[in-house]
């Protein structure tokens, strides 16, 4: 999966883990979210960076329902291992740390996410939209790579041909 991400030099790529652990990404994931490796393995975990790191308020386009959708995948992942003592913890850890959380787990909302779309407001180069598609790896069930792609003449697609010629 490494390689397949270094691959993937055009576009955002990430491998998630059933509970949204970020197990590897690549530069331009690192670049457009946050820099995953450089936290400690405990915090490199995208629920964490939605609800607790403040700047995902101010990058992450739409925050609101982000976060909101990343709290239905995380219940839809305790319903079918309710015994997942880090699963709990990081609810636990949530729970107290984040009160948009608390509201988000008690509409009991679960989301299968599987493609959708997404904006992010960077800071040097300002608005990027990516539309992304999801794919469960063969032979591993708990993970999941994730790209996101931009469209076609898209104002993002301009900006990154831009970038390209200089």
């Not at 490199?44 to 609800?51: C, T």
């Not at 988000?104 to 959708?116: I, P, Y």
Request: some cysteine; glycine content about 6%.
């Amino acid at each position: 999966m490494h390689l397949m991400l270094q691959t993937l030099q055009h576009v955002p790529a990430y491998v998630l883990g059933r509970r949204t652990d970020v197990l590897a990404s690549n530069k331009l994931a690192r670049a457009v979210l946050t820099d995953f490796d450089a936290l400690p393995v405990p915090a490199r975990n995208l629920a964490r960076y939605y609800l607790l790191d403040a700047s995902a308020r101010q990058t992450v386009g739409d925050w609101e329902r982000i976060a909101a959708e990343t709290v239905g995948i995380l219940r839809l992942e305790a319903g079918r291992r309710p015994h997942d003592r880090q699963l709990a913890d990081l609810v636990g850890e949530l729970t107290l740390c984040s009160p948009e959380f608390t509201a988000w787990w008690n509409d009991h909302r679960v989301l299968r996410c599987t493609h959708g779309a997404k904006l992010h407001h960077h800071p040097v180069v300002g608005d990027l939209h990516f539309v992304f598609e999801s794919f469960p790896v063969p032979g591993d069930a708990e993970q999941t790579l994730y790209v996101y792609n931009v469209e076609p003449d898209s104002p993002t697609e301009r900006t990154r041909s831009r970038a390209g010629r200089r």
